[in-house]
């Protein structure tokens, strides 16, 4: 086979710089066919990307489009709440949240709840208004002779004092200027030097309510008086027996000093009583006071508009409104039921004992069982007191425990002087009163739930007296009448349980003068309150009704009902 060159210049030869240049041409070639490359890469990679985020666009569309149709269907079963609204929500459920957690609590001194939260807002009043109260079978009109609250409250606005009570039972001077406590038996009121004939002023007063004696609520006060006479610039004040709490009687009406009062009594008839407006900034210028002998006509002069206030206690005279709008606040009429107990029981002497028993005892519910509409709770025999019992079973159970007390099938025991005790009261109640059988019933199963057991001793009341000056029993239940004053030495047999009550009671009774007085009754309710000396279950209330445009109650209580009487008045209506 013969040999055949394919290509004749492959072996020609060249120069050194024609290499170097066909190397150089080499290169270029190649940097510029990598290039292209490169550019070809990126290109397919960016074109890769962009595929791929436009595929999950889509997918994102299909979804949104997806949620889009579910919460289109939900729309059509479910009303749309607004942002605002939901937070109102919030704040409502943060609010009653801190609202119950207050409920459960340990003993503090707090304030007592007032029945009515909201005080009335400042409003204009109409000028030179008449008031039109109404009573149903008032005793009497007669201003020395009643024993109605609501009209001897008026009659202070008639008359002068020589001093006043305010609702912590802080002493204010209006006619007296001094008051000087020589002993319990001895007082010397001095008075102003502008006020003639004072001491006939005081004397005579105190002849008229002497004279109707049990028919005027001021006799107590003065009953005790052996004898007043005038004494250089003051007047000398002379018990029968040691009174430390007299300053706060020389609160009786001065029915002989009427010139600068507030109002005056310009009429009077068996049915009807007017007070008018004389040194006073109230809108008010005439109260009247009607006596109806027939609930119903006076419900019917209410609903007509004919009266502007009237008094109820009972459930029957309420319903008689109808659908007739108007306003109800509530006042302590006097009578509250009480826990006491035998200071000389073996356990009710325990302080944690009696503690465990306060904490345990759900009063809200009692009232609510016994009566709702026309009861309170009062702690304290004191009808002014901000002390105030909390219903704790965590603090009750807490309370035993920390004073080596141990739960023993559902009943605490404890050894005492070497003998092991079960937490186990006697319990006194008059089977004939259905009202303090329910309520001890009540009492029983909530001690119950603590650990205490309660045994309920049911007796006659024949037998019941006995029971009771024999001290057979650990506790029992009773109605106390409580008024204005913080007198409450008629119960030291049952609060005077031990020396610390003993001593503060000693210092009430060594009180120099009114200021001295005041800081000691004060600290009285204190040291009752720690002690657990008794434990108040319910006050009685009286609603006072009122008209919608009628205003200014943002106080009430037993005889301070018109307490703020310059704010109170018709409500001027706003022409819109």
């Known amino acids: 086979m013969s040999a055949q060159i394919i290509d004749p210049q492959r072996y020609k030869k060249t120069t050194r710089k024609e290499v170097e240049e066909k190397k150089k041409n080499n290169k270029i070639r190649y940097s510029t066919k990598k290039k292209k490359e490169n550019d070809l890469k990126y290109k397919k990679k960016k074109l890769d990307k962009i595929k791929k985020e436009k595929k999950k666009l889509e997918k994102d569309n299909e979804k949104t489009i997806k949620k889009e149709q579910q919460y289109t269907k939900v729309k059509k079963n479910k009303v749309y709440i607004p942002t605002f609204v939901k937070v109102c929500i919030v704040i409502v459920l943060i609010v009653a949240i801190g609202f119950l957690s207050r409920k459960i609590v340990s003993f503090e001194n707090i304030p007592i709840l007032s029945v009515f939260s909201n005080k009335d807002s400042k409003v204009e009043l109409e000028n030179d208004y008449n008031l039109k109260l109404g009573i149903s079978k008032l005793d009497t009109t007669d201003v020395l002779a009643t024993k109605n609250i609501v009209l001897n409250e008026l009659n202070l606005f008639s008359s002068n004092q020589l001093i006043k009570i305010n609702n912590n039972y802080e002493i204010e001077y209006n006619l007296a200027t001094k008051i000087e406590k020589v002993n319990n038996k001895e007082y010397l009121v001095y008075l102003d030097t502008n006020l003639n004939k004072g001491f006939e002023c005081i004397n005579n007063s105190i002849q008229k309510i002497t004279k109707n004696k049990d028919n005027n609520v001021y006799y107590k006060n003065i009953e005790n008086i052996k004898e007043v006479a005038k004494e250089n610039d003051y007047i000398r004040f002379s018990l029968k027996e040691d009174d430390p709490y007299f300053i706060y009687k020389l609160d009786f009406p001065l029915s002989e000093n009427t010139i600068d009062t507030m109002y005056q009594i310009n009429s009077k008839n068996e049915n009807k009583i007017n007070f008018l407006r004389t040194n006073s900034d109230s809108k008010v210028k005439n109260i009247s006071l009607t006596n109806y002998t027939d609930t119903d006509d006076m419900v019917k002069d209410f609903r007509d508009d004919k009266i502007d206030i009237f008094f109820a ?56 069982e016994v009566n709702n509409s026309f009861s309170e709770l009062i702690d304290l025999p004191f009808i002014y007191s901000d002390i105030k019992y909390k219903y704790d079973i965590y603090g009750a159970e807490n309370e035993l425990l920390s004073n080596g007390w141990k739960k023993e099938n559902g009943v605490y025991t404890k050894e005492i002087n070497g003998v092991k005790k079960k937490l186990e009261l006697s319990f006194l109640v008059n089977d004939e009163d259905s009202v303090k059988k329910k309520v001890a019933e009540n009492i029983k199963k909530m001690a119950q739930n603590v650990g205490i057991k309660i045994n309920i001793n049911k007796v006659k009341s024949k037998d019941f007296e006995k029971n009771l000056k024999d001290k057979k029993y650990d506790i029992i ?51 009752m309150s720690s002690e657990i000396a008794c434990i108040g279950i319910l006050a009685r209330n009286t609603n006072m009704v009122y008209q919608k445009y009628i205003t200014g109650f943002d106080y009430t209580n037993y005889m301070m009902i018109f307490n703020n009487l310059n704010n109170i008045g018709k409500i001027v209506k706003k022409e819109e």
């Not at 709008?325 to 509530?330: I, R």
């Not at 009773?478 to 409450?488: L, R, S």
């Not at 349980?497 to 060594?510: G, H, K, M, P, R």
């Open 477 to 527: 239940l009773a109605d106390v009448y409580i008024n204005q004053y913080p007198d409450i030495r008629f119960l030291n047999e049952y609060v005077n349980i031990n020396d610390n009550i003993n001593n503060a009671f000693e210092t009430v009774n060594n009180s120099k003068d009114k200021e001295e007085l005041e800081k000691n009754i004060s600290a009285l309710q204190d040291t």
């Open 313 to 368: 206690s009972s459930d029957s005279i309420m319903q008689l409104i109808g659908k007739h709008e108007y306003n109800v606040k509530k006042y302590r009429d006097g009578e509250n039921l009480f826990l006491f107990g035998n200071k000389n029981s073996e356990l009710y002497k325990l302080t944690e004992v009696r503690k465990a028993l306060a904490y345990s005892i759900k009063r809200e519910d009692i009232i609510k």
